[in-house]
């Protein structure tokens, strides 16, 4: 079984930067996409970013420019650094990963660690 374990949320200025961590810990396949959602309160959960295991990313227009997703494959950790941060990216932030097998897609996910934008 994975585990996967946020760290890093918290509260932040309009502007400031904020470093989120995600290590994903058990049975480790190398396979796999690592990615960043999030979820503001009454609304869905959205992508923030994703990497796969070769290191391609992917961003959502919200976020183009101020986020940078990053990888250490060697730890099994998946970073997020944000910088000028907006209020709207108030929201809980969840990191997933995503084994890859063939056709057959396994997700794990972590429980989340809120990020307040707030002066």
């Known amino acids: 079984q994975v585990q996967v374990v946020e760290s890093g949320g918290g509260l932040v200025q309009p502007g400031g930067s904020l470093r989120l961590s995600c290590a994903a810990s058990?049975?480790?396949?190398?396979?796999?996409?690592m990615g960043w959602y999030r979820q503001a309160p009454g609304k869905q959960r959205e992508l923030v970013a994703d990497?796969?295991?070769?290191?391609?990313?992917n961003y959502a227009d919200s976020v183009k420019g101020r986020f940078t997703i990053s990888r250490d494959n060697t730890k099994n950790t998946v970073y997020l650094q944000m910088n000028s941060v907006e209020p709207e990216d108030t929201a809980v932030y969840y990191c997933?990963?995503?084994?890859?097998?063939?056709?057959?897609?396994?997700?794990?996910w972590g429980q989340g660690t809120q990020v307040t934008v707030s002066s």
């Open positions: 997933s990963r995503t084994d890859l097998s063939g056709l057959t897609r396994t997700t794990y």
């Open positions: 058990g049975s480790t396949f190398r396979i796999n996409v």
């Open positions: 990497i796969s295991y070769d290191g391609s990313t």
